[in-house]
T-cell receptor, first 114, second 108 residues
Framework: KAGVTQTPRYLIKTRGQQVTLSCSPI?????VSWYQQTPGQGLQFLFE???????NKGNFPGRFSGRQFSNSRSEMNVSTLELGDSALYLC?????????????FGEGSRLTVL | QQPVQSPQAVILREGEDAVINCSSS?????VHWYRQKHGEAPVFLMI?????EQKGHEKISASFNEKKQQSSLYLTASQLSYSGTYFC?????????FGSGTKLNVKP
C-alpha cells in the first residue's frame, strides 16, 4: 500500500512569511501527527489530528497550526516565520493514534527560513 | 517532559549486544521505539503499553517498567543494518515526547 506522502519536500522562505505543508496519510488511517526535527532540539511533537479533531498538542506557539480534512489529509501552517523555524517537518500516520499506535512517517518537508 | 535516553552514542562490533535506556520523570501510558537512518524517516520498532511487558522483534526486544517509568531496548547479536539513531517516544497527559536519541554505530 502507498506510504505517507508529504509535499513539498523542500522549500525556502524568508522571515515573516508563512508556509503550508501537506501530508497524505496511509489509506484507512485517521490519525496524522506532526513533528519538527532539528539538530539542536531533536524530534519534537507538534500536534495530532484524529478524525478532523486536534487530539493532542505539543508545546509550540500559536504560530504553528494545523487541520485535517474529511479524507484524513492534513495540513500544517506556520505563520510569521522565524529563522529558528528552519527544520525538517515530519508527519506520521497511524490507525490508532500516537497514544497506542504504530507511527508511519513520511519523508519530511525541509524548510529553510532566510 | 522529554524522556532521557542513555547512552548518547554506542559503537559496537557485529555480533555484540547493546542496551538503550529511556526514562521519564512522569507516569507513562505508552513507550514507542523508533530507528532513524541518516537522511531517512524514523521507522517503528515496537510499542509497549503495559508495565513490565516485554516485546520482541527478531533480535530486538524491549521492556517497560511502568513503576519506574523506564523502558529499555535490547539489541542482541547486532548487525550492520542496526546502525542508526534510536529514539524512544513517550505518551502521557495528552502529550507525546521523543528522547534525544542514541546513535548506534555497528562496525564489521
Amino acid at each position: 500500500k502507498a506510504g505517507v506522502t508529504q509535499t513539498p519536500r523542500y522549500l525556502i522562505k524568508t522571515r515573516g512569511q508563512q508556509v503550508t505543508l501537506s501530508c497524505s496519510p496511509i489509506s484507512g488511517h485517521r490519525s496524522v501527527s506532526w513533528y519538527q526535527q532539528t539538530p539542536g532540539q531533536g524530534l519534537q511533537f507538534l500536534f495530532e489530528y484524529f478524525s478532523e479533531t486536534q487530539r493532542n498538542k505539543g508545546n509550540f506557539p500559536g504560530r504553528f497550526s494545523g487541520r485535517q480534512f474529511s479524507n484524513s489529509r492534513s495540513e500544517m501552517n506556520v505563520s510569521t516565520l522565524e529563522l529558528g523555524d528552519s527544520a525538517l517537518y515530519l508527519c506520521a500516520s497511524s490507525f490508532a493514534g500516537v497514544n497506542t499506535g504504530e507511527l508511519f512517517f513520511g519523508e519530511g518537508s525541509r524548510l529553510t527560513v532566510l | 517532559q522529554q524522556p532521557v535516553q542513555s547512552p548518547q552514542a554506542v559503537i559496537l562490533r557485529e555480533g555484540e549486544d547493546a542496551v538503550i535506556n529511556c526514562s521519564s520523570s512522569k507516569a507513562l501510558y505508552s513507550v514507542h521505539w523508533y530507528r532513524q537512518k541518516h537522511g531517512e524517516a524514523p521507522v517503528f520498532l515496537m510499542i509497549l503499553l503495559k508495565g513490565g511487558e516485554q516485546k520482541g522483534h527478531e533480535k530486538i526486544s524491549a521492556s517497560f517498567n511502568e513503576k519506574k517509568q523506564q523502558s529499555s531496548l535490547y539489541l542482541t547479536a547486532s548487525q550492520l543494518s542496526y546502525s542508526g539513531t534510536y529514539f524512544c517516544g513517550t505518551y502521557n497527559f495528552n502529550k507525546f515526547y521523543f528522547g534525544s536519541g542514541t546513535k548506534l554505530n555497528v562496525k564489521p
